[in-house]
């Protein structure tokens, strides 16, 4: 059994595109929502006033939210672990090594929908690998899109990737 973890140093850059990520489809609602609001809310009238006001408060919400989910996906990756077997590949959560939020929103996640936070898949019950420029996604037979049991995801931020890759190559659905 071998173990892989997420280099340290790049948990950072690693959080910091999650976050990018999510503030790009926020972004994306709001500036739909307002385009809606403007035509609705008092057809004929400029818009200028009302992007005036919302702008800065949007841009402050947006960077407090950049730097909680940074924090928090930071302290997350840093406890993610990956086992690979002779026959298995599992992703662990160590958590003494996770803050309380974290804890809290596992814990939550568990009981509310049943998301399961440690994953464990075997090579035979391997449905799809898919290997991107950022990450490689290995789906189980017992996929589930709603809690993503059934799914491991392994950054290119993890140490040793390319023993990784030499291994999830063969098994690349076309």
Sequence with gaps: MKMYKIDPSATTTLAFRFALTTIGIMTGIVALLMVWLSFNLNPGASIGPIVGKLIPGFLLIIGLIAVMLTVQKTNFYGSTRFLLTDDTIASVLDNKELNGINQFGVARN??????????????????????????????GGNYSLFNGNGRIVIPKETENYEELLHVFKPMVSA
């Design 110 to 139: 568990r009981s509310r929908y049943g998301a399961e936070p440690n994953q464990v898949i075997s090579f035979a019950n391997i449905s799809r690998v898919k290997i991107t420029d950022k990450n490689i996604k290995i789906y």
